[in-house]
């Protein structure tokens, strides 16, 4: 993710509203995402969907690795042999 520029990509809404279309040509060219701002507090995030995507993408990522690490942690695991078993019986079924 790009870093915020706080002079340029903190916005309020009063001043979004207004010049929305020149913020999404910004937000193409730059790829900066924007805050918006209301009563002087974050209210919003503004995010290219590039960006968007490769944050879902990131979090699916990470999920699934906390998953990994909770199984085996957990003892939810199998070894080399009874892993080659499980994937050989749908072939042998075929």
């Known amino acids: 993710m790009k870093t915020i520029s706080i002079s340029n990509d903190i916005v309020p809404i009063g001043e979004f509203k207004t010049s929305i279309s020149k913020r999404f040509k910004n937000l193409q060219n730059t790829g900066h995402p924007l805050i918006i ?20 993408y990131r979090k699916s990522f990470l999920d699934s690795v906390e998953r990994g690490i909770s ?7 199998y070894s080399t042999g009874e892993m080659k078993a499980k994937l050989s019986d ?5």
Do not use: F, I
């Open 37 to 56: 701002t209301q009563n002087g507090k974050p209210a919003g995030v503004l995010l290219s969907p590039t960006e968007y995507d490769d944050l879902v």
């Open 71 to 77: 199984d085996a942690d957990s003892g939810r695991t």
């Open 90 to 94: 749908p072939r042998n079924k075929r």
